[in-house]
């Protein structure tokens, strides 16, 4: 096999450890018809925010303000909520649905970027003889169990295929 092993571990770890989420963000912002749907379910959650929305809709109003930007009255009724009091953030309620979110999305991506640099199998189906894959070399790097791995690389395929 004409993968070194090494190599490819050093450059998923080189990989997990960059700002995936921010470098993804920023290669590809929503186009307009996403962008509203962005607002409209930002808007929703404004309504009855669980923990997760409460603070997203936090992080989107302070990124507003620091960019000079204008909020929309919604926006700013339930920013100036949480401010004066009148709003707090709600209680947990069962397991956070997103606690693994992130590290599940650095997963998926890692797992792509390494098959498609080494020329690896993604993953390997059981009972299937491969070589190695790219969710093992990910799985290496991240320290983590490569069952993990492919729980979320297709957990975040399937997220994608529905768009």
């Known amino acids: 096999m ?6 490819a571990v050093e450059f998923a770890r080189q990989f997990l450890n960059s700002p995936i989420l921010q470098n993804d963000m920023k290669a590809s912002p929503p186009q307009e018809h996403e962008h509203e749907l962005i607002v409209k379910a930002l808007r929703l959650a404004a309504i009855n925010p669980d923990t997760n929305d409460f603070d997203a809709l936090l992080v989107v109003a302070a990124d507003l ?3 000079g930007k204008m909020l929309p009255k ?7 909520d949480v401010i004066s009091g009148k709003k707090k953030r709600p209680t947990k309620r069962g397991p956070d649905k997103y606690v693994n979110w992130e ?8 797992t792509q970027e390494v ?6 199998p993604l993953y ?3 009972g299937r003889l491969e070589s190695t894959t790219a969710a093992e070399i990910v799985s290496l790097a ?4 490569v069952d993990v791995v492919i729980a979320a690389y297709k957990k975040f395929t399937r997220l994608t295929c529905r768009r």
């Open 142 to 145: 991240a320290n983590c169990n």
């Open 2 to 7: 004409g993968v070194s092993m090494v190599e």
């Open 65 to 67: 303000l620091y960019q």
């Open 103 to 110: 590290r599940d999305y650095k997963l998926w991506r890692a």
């Open 124 to 126: 390997s189906s059981p």
């Open 115 to 120: 098959a498609k640099k080494f020329n690896l």
């Open 74 to 80: 919604w926006l700013a009724d339930f920013t100036a």
